[in-house]
């Protein structure tokens, strides 16, 4: 989970793992909180949306992440509760 | 897996170390003192602790100089906390420690002197330009340096929840494996940006406070540093704390002014339970957020009334220590931890005439008897809340 999330150096070159973790928490919050000791297929999803920059909602997740000022991360994850939204909005 | 505390450390206004603080609130003698601030004129008291100038950082450290990194220095140095840590970088290795703490202004004081002081062209003078001082994130900086581990290291700032949810996120860290142990606390010191700002706001009390009473009319800042070392129990053989539950959520209602309902109270603390699995009935004890403003004393009551019912002890503790912002949660946590291993629980400092309003009765005298688990809370500005769960070692357990 550790090398997953990016935590490869030392303190002061880490800015990816900084990047996973502050979506990780934000992912984390957003499900209630969840003991997550795992990476999963959602996240990986989630990740690869911030990655890309991909406005995406087919998944149900919307993702804005981005660094405020230098090494100064923030991440927002929103959970779209509709479970046919897909289809509505195709 | 079980996530327990190996070491911890508390200086706060009753002075430096552990001892200091069991003392005080054995005694109750409250370390509040009038409003004696260098450069501040409000009629308030406050929690400073003394003596803070006197703890100058060694040579190797001067760049990172500042009150607050003065008293992260202090702090640090009590109940051989620093060998604790020694200890667990020996056992595990540096990059596998990590650093997360919680401050609410972080050395914002020495931005202040700065600015007082700038040169007669208005530049700042060449001793203040400290980047990593001026900067939130300093007492990470700062705790990593000190202490020369190589984990990630980040520091949390939501107001007076900042120091409670460390403990989240440092659980968070060892169960993704992204570390084997964390140091976790919080440093907030006292400075003008704070004492003027919590005046303008007319949250400040000119006596000392009287949480939960009647006649309650406000807060004392404090400042406090405190350090709990987190770490799995397989790497801990001898720790018999641990971090039962903890509860995060945000009110989302308003910028200062906590839910009238204690929405987001109630599912911090519910979330806690949840979280260690425990019913409220199994907690012997809750340290309130408690700052005597009328507003969190009255809401934070009612929220309890929707939690417990009634059996729990619960009691604030700001009389002894005031309200240490960024620090509150962790010189908190650690009076419960401490309530759990010596079976003291304090009572409530300066509340003579508990409010009859409110929908819980407040824990006034100091008390003796087992505490298996307690609970702490934290509810900070914004509508961060978080409240922590800690079991003696009788329970242990936990997620």
């Known amino acids: ?90 | 897996m079980q996530i327990v505390i190996d070491q911890y450390t508390a200086s706060c206004a009753t002075g430096l170390g552990l001892d200091a603080l069991s003392r005080a609130l054995a005694d109750r003698v409250s370390g509040l003192r009038r409003n004696d601030f260098e450069g501040c004129d409000i009629a308030s008291w406050i929690g400073r602790v003394a003596d803070v100038e006197k703890y100058e950082l060694p040579e190797s450290l001067h760049y990172l100089e500042s009150r607050n990194n003065r008293l992260a220095w202090a702090g640090l140095q009590q109940d051989r906390f620093l060998e604790s840590v020694e200890t667990m970088v020996e056992r595990v290795g540096a990059r596998r420690v990590g650093v997360v703490l919680g401050t609410s202004t972080s050395s914002i004081g020495q931005t202040e002197m700065a600015y007082r002081q700038l040169d007669p062209d208005g530049d700042m003078k060449p001793e203040f330009r400290q980047p990593q001082v001026h900067n939130l994130h300093s007492p990470g900086i700062f705790v990593s340096r000190v202490t020369g581990v190589r984990g990630p290291s980040l520091t949390i700032s939501t107001a007076c929840s900042s120091s409670a949810k460390v403990f989240a996120t440092a659980a968070r860290w060892i169960r993704a494996g992204v570390v084997d142990a964390v140091i976790a606390g919080g440093v907030d010191s006292l400075c003008l940006s704070v004492l003027y700002g919590f005046n303008s706001l007319e949250l400040v009390s000119e006596q000392p406070c009287r949480p939960f009473d009647v006649n309650r009319d406000g807060i004392n800042i404090g400042e406090a540093a405190g350090f709990a070392l987190l770490t799995r129990k397989d790497l801990a053989e001898e720790a018999t704390l641990s971090l039962l539950g903890y509860g995060e959520s945000c009110d989302a209602y308003h910028m200062s002014h906590p839910h009238p309902d204690g929405k987001g109270a109630v599912l911090a603390m519910q979330r806690a339970l949840h979280h260690a699995g425990i019913s409220a009935a199994q907690v012997d004890y809750v340290n309130l957020h408690g700052t005597a403003s009328q507003a969190n004393d009255q809401i934070e009551a009612r929220a309890m009334a929707q939690v417990f019912d009634g059996k729990t002890l619960a009691s604030s503790t700001k009389g002894w220590t005031g309200h240490c912002l960024g620090a509150a949660g962790i010189i908190e946590a650690i009076i419960a931890m401490e309530s759990t291993r010596t079976g003291q629980v304090p009572g409530t400092l300066n509340c003579t005439n508990p409010d009859t309003d409110f929908e819980y009765d407040i824990l006034l005298e100091n008390h003796r008897g087992p505490v298996d688990i307690a609970m702490t809370n934290s509810f900070g500005f914004g509508g961060n809340n978080c409240s922590l769960l800690f079991a003696g070692a009788r329970e242990g357990g936990g997620q």
Not at chain 1, 2 to 7: I, K, P, Q, R, V
Not at chain 1, 43 to 71: D, I, K, Y
């Open chain 1, 1 to 90: 989970m550790a090398d997953y999330l990016g935590w490869q150096r030392g303190i002061d070159s880490a800015v990816d793992f900084y990047s996973r973790w502050t979506l990780w928490e934000a992912y984390v919050k957003c499900t209630g909180n969840s003991v997550l000791e795992q990476e999963n297929a959602e996240f990986r999803e989630l990740l690869e949306q911030a990655r890309t920059e991909a406005n995406s909602v087919q998944s149900g997740w919307r993702v804005f992440q981005g660094e405020a000022e230098n090494r100064v991360q923030f991440a927002a994850v929103i959970r779209i509760p509709f479970k046919d939204f897909v289809s509505c909005k195709s």
